[in-house]
């Protein structure tokens, strides 16, 4: 069956069709999936021939006469497929290679029922996302009697992945493997009901540029065989290794995840750390998680790790930044959402000819990223390294745990994991976390994502599927840093604790599950108690922006009176403060001299959202307002002893989701309340700094005279 | 000349502290200009706002963003800036052209009075401006060729040698330095010619740019290291002096009125240290190139320097010629 939801009707189906019951947070045992894997590595030709039984439990009340694979290499068999023609050859900076060697694919040698039954005849490629008929990247392979309702069915399958040169997520580049999205892999039968879906079927997309995960959970066991050369590293513990001759063995084990990757390469130079939460949690940390969710402490406590971490010889010195990812990581993830649920996690450091490998996220497997610059000074302080591995393993949760639909929701997975990401990183680093350069000068992942989305030509919702967004970097930015300004903005709006409690809540409900973005909405407001309608269909579904401003503030004394006055009984005639009828060199009547200030607040935006304002006078009095959000300007007119210095709105910055701050205020005097601000200095130094680095430029230029 | 006494050249040349304000003011002059588009643009955003002050007082988390949302609300008057910035460096790159015939015409010679001097340099500066304008032409042609069949050689040899070894492998880092010192080095002679090539008009007025470039080589003969070592010792002398003031310029965060002017007259001793260190390698190359005249120390700056043009002159290099015939 073809997946050709409209975003539109999930939600009309959401409000139909879902269950009323809440699922429960363990996993479905038995899992719906079970793969026994023995695959060989010929680092040579670089291709892993292997031998799959894999056992499939109909997890719905249909009969379902196909199955679904995914047969991902396929995306890199030639420059015709859809991850191909979407990308162009070109992602996150890095090229397909183009050379013969340089292609990879998967073929299928044999596909039998555990009856012997040949399914081969009966398989064929189909493309359900569109048009690209060339494409080859799902399987849908007929059987000859249908599954029954919660019954099972086990084949054996032998394939040959032919891995291609490192391009997006997979492949090899000299001895170096990163061998992700290898052998055929089940999509997802989903039932009616799940994810808002009027009836059951398979969901099962083609590779797409932009996504590329959504898989059931289930029990994985699989052997690798290696040169002994190589070191080796993959999801899950390790069980066994076997030498044979020049060959080595290796068993790996792993419950309750939906995919499979592993590396090999004799170059890695390999770091155990056991994550201690007695040692590598601060208790600062605890306390601020128990005091967000209302829990206590002891109920916060997290279980050891197992960190394996593949090292790149000449990124030796990056060993600490990955640990520190890795620690923050786990610690932030384990307190605000669950304790990490596995017993080892697998961190590889690719090379930098191998970028194309670089943050990736596999169940208990990652690759981080560094590079040979961010190891000295000046940018030793970029904590990029830091900053990958610490997404990366978020994943665990937000895709590992809470298994989304990367294809048609990134965000809930992308984004939601990037909002943490932000906060853990602000934690642990404070408010330069991102980037601190010498000199103090640095930039926060906020700030980056408010940077990077405000420079974005505003095209889509943040809900989209992956492939259907106008630009990939629109994708980029909504499915990462937008949700990230939305969540902060949401985090701001209803406080830390409410937040963290209703996310949480949201984490624990669906792990090991499979939600969508009405489920997580659903979720949220049951746990917040808050109507989120105005998020949902303004920001996540929409496109809405907030733009409040400082459209005009003045401050002056208020004219003299003038003109005909009816005061105690009497009328009188005054001429700018004097008595008409005294002559011009009458005292004028005396009276305390105030100053009238009139601000002028608007939203030029198209998102209604309460905004506050502050106005501060000479003498230090400060006046704070909340413009309602139904307002489209607001006008505040103000009679003060003293003279208005500056009026702001948000002058705190709780609108993550503001999209201009140069308009948000106006400073009028210079007397003791404007002298806080020195804007007038910043214009003129800055200006300076302008000329003297375009001076410097032209001297650069001057070389060659 | 031994090397000590080039060297000493370039310090004495720093005497001429109105050539190195010209030159200062110049690239001052060139980069008001540039940032100019900017004014109108950073008045509006930061002067009256609370976004210049967070600016001015590093605001760790507001500042950023501020400066992120100047790019973005003024991005027309950024481009305007940069687009002005490239014609500007243009406007420069001929500029010193320009006073490179000065420089050759009075810089290491004795001079009477300033008043003398500066007549000179002007005089120098207008009459060698088409020479210099060739020599340039020819120097920017050499560089490229030179430039272009060396890193594209490297470039071929280091992909048949490492295309198979990692990244950061000894090897790869080696070729990497090598070719680095290499185009520094080629950059370097050709600078040196060129230099040369110029200074050719110091002894011989009327030569030729194609012919000041051929003397320029035979001149540079035994005399290349040496030029080589005084070229870097100026550079990195004025890397040092740059990296000590921008560190000065970029860490001081006081806010006061006093500390910005402080602030701003550091930015321009930055602007200064280039023009310095060229006016001292200029003193140097100059006195290398004197210590090669066959007559030995230059001419002092009298009649003789300011030849008509109408005049003929013989050459120091066909008088050489002519003895040895």
């Known amino acids: 069956m073809t997946i050709r939801h409209t975003l539109g009707g999930i939600l009309v189906s959401a409000a139909l069709l879902r269950p009323a019951a809440a699922f429960a947070a363990a996993p479905v045992r038995p899992p719906v999936v079970e793969y026994r894997i023995e695959a060989s590595l010929d680092p040579k030709t670089h291709v892993v021939t292997g031998r799959e039984r894999v056992v499939w439990r109909n997890p719905s009340g249909d009969r379902v006469p196909e199955l679904r694979f995914h047969l991902y290499l396929n995306a890199f068999k030639n420059n015709r497929s859809t991850f191909m023609r979407e990308s162009g050859g070109q992602l996150r900076g890095d090229r397909a290679g183009t050379k013969p060697e340089d292609w990879g694919a998967i073929d299928i040698i044999s596909m039998k029922t555990e009856a012997g039954m040949d399914l081969l005849p009966g398989a064929r490629k189909v493309q359900p996302d569109g048009n690209d008929a060339s494409d080859e990247t799902v399987l849908a392979v007929g059987l000859s009697s249908p599954v029954a309702p919660h019954g099972e069915i086990a084949l054996e399958i032998e394939f040959r992945s032919k891995l291609p040169r490192i391009f997006a997520r997979t492949g090899f580049v000299r001895d170096y493997h990163l061998v992700g999205q290898w052998f055929p892999k089940l999509g997802v039968y989903e039932p009616a009901g799940m994810r808002q879906r009027p009836s059951g079927g398979w969901n099962c997309h083609a590779f797409h540029a932009n996504s590329e995960f959504y898989a059931d959970f289930g029990d994985f066991d699989v052997t690798l065989d290696v040169p002994s050369s190589f070191v080796v590293g993959a999801t899950g513990r390790r069980l066994s290794e076997t030498r044979r001759g020049g060959r080595t063995s290796y068993r790996y084990a792993q419950e309750n995840v939906h995919d499979f990757a592993w590396t090999a390469d004799p170059r890695f130079v390999v770091h155990e750390y056991r994550f201690e939460p007695f040692r590598d949690v601060p208790a600062a940390w605890t306390a601020r998680a128990a005091d967000e969710l209302k829990m206590a402490p002891a109920d916060l406590a997290l279980k050891p790790v197992s960190i394996r971490l593949l090292l790149q010889p000449d990124h030796r010195s990056a060993r600490a930044d990955y640990v520190d990812g890795a620690r923050v990581a786990l610690a932030f993830y384990g307190l605000w959402f669950a304790a990490y649920p596995y017993e080892t996690l697998t961190i590889v450091d690719p090379p930098e000819d191998g970028r194309g490998s670089i943050g990736m996220e596999y169940p208990t497997f990652v690759t981080g990223g560094t590079f040979t610059p961010l190891l000295h000074w000046p940018l030793r302080d970029a904590r990029i390294t830091q900053d990958v591995t610490l997404h990366e393993i978020g994943h665990q949760y937000f895709y590992g745990m809470v298994g989304s639909n990367e294809f048609e929701e990134p965000w809930l997975d992308e984004g939601l994991n990037t909002d943490a990401e932000y906060r853990a990183m602000a934690l642990a680093y404070g408010p330069r976390d991102f980037i601190e350069l010498p000199g103090g000068v640095g930039l926060s992942s906020l700030a980056m994502a408010h940077g990077a989305a405000a420079f974005q030509k505003n095209l889509d919702p943040i809900a989209r599927s992956a492939w259907r967004f106008a630009t990939g970097d629109s994708y980029g930015v909504n499915s990462y840093m937008k949700t990230g300004l939305f969540m902060a903005q949401l985090r701001n709006d209803l406080g830390p604790g409410i937040f963290a409690r209703a996310e949480r809540a949201f984490f624990q409900e669906w792990s090991f599950r499979h939600p969508s973005s009405a489920d997580f909405f659903d979720s949220l407001e049951r746990a917040s108690r808050r109507d989120l309608s105005t998020y949902r269909s303004s920001i996540v579904f929409g496109t809405g922006v907030l733009d409040w401003q400082v459209v005009r503030a003045t401050s002056e004394r208020p004219p003299e009176d003038s003109g005909i006055f009816d005061r105690g009984g009497a009328r009188s005639t005054f001429q700018e403060g004097r008595p008409a009828s005294a002559g011009r060199n009458a005292r004028r009547e005396r009276r305390p001299r105030r100053w009238d200030s009139q601000v002028l607040f608007a939203n030029t935006g198209d998102w209604p959202h309460s905004a506050a304002a502050r106005l501060v006078f000479e003498d230090g009095r400060i006046v704070d307002r909340v413009l309602p959000a139904e307002a489209r300007w607001v006008h505040l007119s103000i009679s003060s002893r003293s003279r208005l210095a500056w009026a702001a709105v948000d002058p705190e910055r709780r609108n993550a989701w503001e999209h201009n701050r140069l308009n948000d205020s106006k400073v009028l005097g210079v007397g003791r309340g404007a002298a806080g601000t020195r804007g007038r200095a910043a214009s003129a130094k800055y200006l300076g700094w302008a000329a003297a680095m375009a001076g410097l430029f032209q001297q650069l230029l001057w070389a060659l005279a | ?325």
Request: with cysteine.
């Open chain 2, 1 to 325: 000349m031994t090397r000590p006494r080039a060297l000493a050249a370039g310090f004495s040349a720093l005497s001429r502290r109105r050539l190195v304000l010209l030159l200062t003011g110049c690239s001052l002059a060139l980069g008001i200009l540039s940032a100019a588009p900017l004014a109108p643009a950073m008045n509006d955003a930061f002067r009256d706002t609370l976004a210049g002050d967070h600016l001015i007082r590093n605001h760790p988390e507001f500042a950023p963003v501020d400066v992120l949302d100047f790019l973005r609300e003024k991005a027309a008057a950024v481009a305007g800036a940069r687009q002005t910035m490239v014609w500007a460096a243009l406007l420069g790159i001929v500029l010193q052209i320009f006073f490179a015939g000065g420089i050759v015409e009075t810089l290491g010679r004795n001079v009477f009075s300033v008043r003398e001097s500066r007549a000179a340099f002007w005089a120098g500066s207008r009459r060698h401006f088409a020479h210099n304008l060739k020599c340039f032409a020819v120097f920017a042609l050499l560089l490229g060729i030179a430039l272009s069949v060396w890193l594209g050689l490297s470039a071929a040899l280091g992909k048949a040698l490492f295309e198979h070894a990692p990244p950061h492998a000894p090897g790869r880092t080696a070729w990497g330095i090598l070719t680095l010192a290499v185009t520094a080095a080629i950059f370097g002679a050709l600078t040196l010619l060129y230099d040369f090539a110029r200074a050719g008009r110091r002894t011989t007025p009327g030569i030729g740019a194609i012919a000041a470039f051929r003397s320029a080589r035979r001149r540079l003969r035994g005399r290349l290291m040496r030029g080589l070592a005084l070229l870097l010792f100026w550079s990195l002398a004025a890397g040092a002096a740059l990296a000590l003031l921008f560190a000065a310029a970029w860490g001081e965060r006081t806010r006061s009125g006093a500390a910005v002017a402080v602030n701003l007259a550091l930015l321009f001793l930055l602007l200064a240290v280039r023009p310095i260190a060229r006016v001292a390698a200029w003193g140097s190359i100059l006195a290398l190139f004197d210590a090669s005249e066959p007559w030995g120390a230059p001419t002092p700056l009298g009649p003789r320097a300011f030849p008509r043009r109408k005049e003929s002159v013989e050459s120091s290099e066909s008088r050489v010629r002519s003895s040895q015939v």
